[in-house]
């Protein structure tokens, strides 16, 4: 049942589509409880005949129910719904977690990553579980799990959204259609706070005060259910979306000051100081992660098209990097050496690595929001990866603690070829990295012989 393990195309709720936050993370484990929760749910407290309180009771209900049961999941028990695979043994290792984030707001010319994770998901199909180098996925008894895609809203034309007023008549409307009204943070916050809930770090989401679902709270973090010990994949989505998983990620493992570093695959070194104004864009990713984790801590491989902002900017800031042309004259296994040498020399324990697919060859990924001609092979790609896996895995010094493959871009795709070398490289990715990935726990765990408070229980 190899078709199984990976990643399977989601459930997306019907009528849900384009422009909607389809295939929440929250929005989406709806489906799993068919029952409309404003017959099924009775509110056990006193006042329950009160509709307002009983109809924000149920919403509360099934809001913390979603949380429990993705949770269940992670931590191995079996859970027989579609879309969540639960493939192993409860037990101590890392659960590999693919999570998909479908926003591309963050480009300036070529839109369309947003269907990146439904394309990479519809593709995974084909492939089994065995990876080049003899090692099988199915070997480890691990647990490896879709955790759908966090919720993106794309609907922000008009400043006028971030009127309280406003906001409070949007929330209300999706109370009207029976829907949880989201809370409506920036996307670039909501990556982050998701991120930071996977992987166990303590986050205040902001949810709906008991007597007034329309308006928003911070909730004490109690009320997260830390997962933790999570690998997690992240499918993109363009670029930006590294920088609040970089966050997340960051909060989650790093204990001093330069033990964090990122190790970009990308034709573009995205170092510009802002886009349009902006400070987050996808051209401007790797310098907010920059400013976050220290630029010598940064590394580029691939790099052939650069502004002259961004060339000025990593030379005199110190980011590391290989250029397309460098690379021309350098075996794999030596890059990975190189790699691996600076990062020692850094003092990393931590390592975050990002592939912008179009760090290989134009020809090979039409499928993309910034196609780039006279780059990388997939086979030199996938050698890097694996020569770098390997000697993670020798040294034992650095953990690798999460992958984001990005910018697969559909609808500009000719063949599926594009997603089908996301694919590969998310596959092949995992599979020599695995092995590199430490038993190390993340920030705060949950216990696994801590018992959920009933009313989270499913
Ligand atoms: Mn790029």
Same mark, same amino acid.
């Given at each position: 049942?190899?078709?199984?393990?990976?990643?399977?195309?989601?459930?997306?709720?019907?009528?849900?589509?384009?422009?909607?936050?389809?295939?929440?993370?929250?929005?989406?484990?709806?489906?799993?409880?068919?029952?409309?929760?404003?017959?099924?749910?009775?509110?056990?407290?006193?006042?329950?005949?009160?509709?307002?309180?009983?109809?924000?009771?149920?919403?509360?209900?099934?809001?913390?129910?979603?949380?429990?049961?993705?949770?269940?999941?992670?931590?191995?028990?079996?859970?027989?719904?579609?879309?969540?695979?639960?493939?192993?043994?409860?037990?101590?290792?890392?659960?590999?977690?693919?999570?998909?984030?479908?926003?591309?707001?963050?480009?300036?010319?070529?839109?369309?990553?947003?269907?990146?994770?439904?394309?990479?998901?519809?593709?995974?199909?084909?492939?089994?579980?065995?990876?080049?180098?003899?090692?099988?996925?199915?070997?480890?008894?691990?647990?490896?799990?879709?955790?759908?895609?966090?919720?993106?809203?794309?609907?922000?034309?008009?400043?006028?959204?971030?009127?309280?007023? @406003?906001?409070?008549?949007?929330?209300? &409307?999706? %109370?009207?259609? *029976?829907? /949880?009204? !989201?809370?409506? =943070? +920036?996307?670039?916050?909501?990556?982050?706070?998701?991120?930071?809930?996977?992987?166990?770090?303590?986050?205040?989401?902001?949810?709906?005060?008991?007597?007034?679902?329309?308006? @928003?709270?911070?909730?004490?973090?109690? &009320?997260? %259910?830390?997962? *933790?010990? /999570?690998? !997690?994949?992240? =499918? +993109?989505?363009?670029?930006?979306?590294?920088?609040?998983?970089?966050?997340?990620?960051?909060?989650?493992?790093?204990?001093?000051?330069?033990?964090?570093?990122?190790?970009?695959?990308?034709?573009?070194?995205?170092?510009?100081?802002?886009?349009?104004?902006?400070?987050?864009?996808?051209?401007?990713?790797?310098?907010?992660?920059?400013?976050?984790?220290?630029?010598?801590?940064?590394?580029?491989?691939?790099?052939?098209?650069?502004?002259?902002?961004?060339?000025?900017?990593?030379?005199?800031?110190?980011?590391?990097?290989?250029?397309?042309?460098?690379?021309?004259?350098?075996?794999?296994?030596?890059?990975?050496?190189?790699?691996?040498?600076?990062?020692?020399?850094?003092?990393?324990?931590?390592?975050?690595?990002?592939?912008?697919?179009?760090?290989?060859?134009?020809?090979?990924?039409?499928?993309?929001?910034?196609?780039?001609?006279?780059?990388?092979?997939?086979?030199?790609?996938?050698?890097?990866?694996?020569?770098?896996?390997?000697?993670?895995?020798?040294?034992?010094?650095?953990?690798?603690?999460?992958?984001?493959?990005?910018?697969?871009?559909?609808?500009?795709?000719?063949?599926?070829?594009?997603?089908?070398?996301?694919?590969?490289?998310?596959?092949?990715?995992?599979?020599?990295?695995?092995?590199?990935?430490?038993?190390?726990?993340?920030?705060?765990?949950?216990?696994?012989?801590?018992?959920?408070?009933?009313?989270?229980?499913?």
């Amino acid at each position: 049942m190899a078709d199984k393990l990976y990643l399977r195309v989601p459930l997306v709720p019907p009528g849900w589509g384009h422009g909607r936050p389809w295939g929440g993370i929250l929005s989406r484990m709806l489906s799993y409880f068919p029952d409309d929760p404003g017959t099924a749910c009775n509110p056990p407290m006193a006042g329950a005949a009160d509709e307002k309180l009983r109809r924000n009771y149920c919403f509360w209900d099934r809001y913390l129910r979603q949380q429990a049961s993705i949770a269940s999941a992670v931590a191995g028990q079996e859970l027989a719904v579609d879309g969540v695979v639960t493939g192993g043994s409860r037990n101590r290792q890392k659960v590999v977690a693919f999570v998909g984030v479908p926003m591309d707001i963050g480009v300036g010319y070529r839109h369309g990553s947003r269907f990146g994770p439904r394309a990479v998901r519809e593709v995974s199909s084909q492939f089994g579980s065995g990876v080049e180098t003899g090692f099988d996925l199915r070997d480890t008894d691990q647990v490896i799990v879709d955790l759908g895609d966090i919720e993106i809203h794309s609907y922000v034309l008009d400043s006028d959204l971030f009127r309280d007023d @406003v906001l409070k008549e949007v929330r209300h &409307s999706y %109370i009207a259609n *029976g829907e /949880i009204p !989201p809370a409506w =943070i +920036g996307n670039i916050q909501r990556i982050e706070n998701t991120m930071k809930w996977i992987l166990g770090v303590p986050v205040q989401p902001a949810v709906f005060e008991a007597d007034d679902p329309g308006s @928003v709270v911070l909730l004490p973090e109690q &009320s997260s %259910i830390p997962l *933790g010990n /999570i690998f !997690p994949v992240l =499918i +993109g989505g363009d670029h930006s979306i590294t920088y609040p998983s970089v966050k997340a990620v960051r909060a989650a493992f790093s204990r001093r000051p330069g033990d964090f570093a990122i190790l970009y695959f990308d034709a573009h070194p995205d170092y510009l100081k802002r886009r349009s104004g902006l400070k987050t864009t996808h051209a401007s990713q790797a310098r907010r992660v920059s400013d976050e984790i220290g630029p010598r801590n940064v590394l580029m491989v691939g790099i052939r098209y650069i502004e002259k902002e961004e060339l000025e900017g990593i030379t005199q800031d110190g980011v590391k990097f290989w250029t397309m042309q460098s690379l021309q004259h350098l075996a794999p296994d030596t890059l990975a050496e190189q790699i691996c040498d600076y990062l020692n020399q850094q003092n990393v324990e931590h390592l975050y690595i990002s592939v912008d697919i179009d760090v290989l060859d134009a020809s090979v990924v039409p499928g993309t929001g910034g196609p780039e001609p006279g780059g990388m092979q997939t086979r030199w790609l996938v050698d890097a990866l694996h020569e770098l896996g390997a000697r993670l895995q020798r040294d034992g010094r650095i953990s690798v603690e999460a992958l984001d493959v990005v910018e697969t871009a559909p609808d500009w795709d000719i063949g599926q070829v594009t997603a089908l070398a996301a694919v590969k490289v998310i596959l092949e990715g995992i599979g020599c990295l695995y092995p590199a990935i430490h038993e190390e726990q993340a920030g705060l765990q949950r216990d696994d012989g801590v018992e959920l408070e009933p009313w989270m229980r499913l």
